[in-house]
């Protein structure tokens, strides 16, 4: 039974063979000869080869199964850390906000304290001009101008200091031309009100005059 079941396979592997097969059909009609031939030169161990080819089987198993589960657990923990860092991102993102708008509603907190020491001076002034008299009002106004500004230099407000200079239209708006007395004409030459500069970025512009240059006759 051996050699006809040997023959029947090996004329259909070399039918198969007629067919131009790929690489891989090659590898299986192969490995399909070695295994027909192994079959005919050991049928007396028939018996031992199904009890040994049923133990792999069995072990093949409980390696995929600790595999799945080692699989399982892997998946379970990184759900999990992802989870958290999805938890961690919200806080930090929820932190921020509040952060945020803290720093919009108290960001001049320093500022608002030092014009609040300013305003305290105001107040007082006019006591100081009836205790005093107009003199000492006006040494005291002065000295208050003096505290104002450097609160302002302290908190980068700075007041533009533009007569004389060249025209910038980033930091001064013409109201007016004046003869040029004394300056270029041009330039600067009177300044209405004054402009003011926050950290390097103008916040009123300098209203000024522009010195002209009169005709002669």
Known sequence: MAVRFLSVTRRYSVDLCRLTPSASTRSIIGLFSTAVEQHSAGDDCHG????????HAVTDVR??????????????????????ALTDSDNVRSRTKKFVEDAKLFGIQSFCRDLVEVADLLEKSADVKKKEGTQQLIQYLAHIHCRLQDAFTKHG???????????????????????????EPGSIAVVKQDGYILHGRTIRHALVGIAVKTQEH
Do not use: F, S
């Open 48 to 55: 031992d080869d199904g009890a040994d080819d049923h133990n």
């Open 63 to 84: 390696m995929l199964e600790m595999r799945a589960r080692k699989l399982e657990q892997q998946v379970h923990d990184l759900t999990e850390r992802y989870k958290q």
């Open 157 to 183: 407000l700075k007041k533009m200091t533009p007569m004389g200079a060249a025209y910038n239209p980033y930091q001064h708006e013409i109201v007016c031309h004046t003869p040029a007395e004394g300056v």
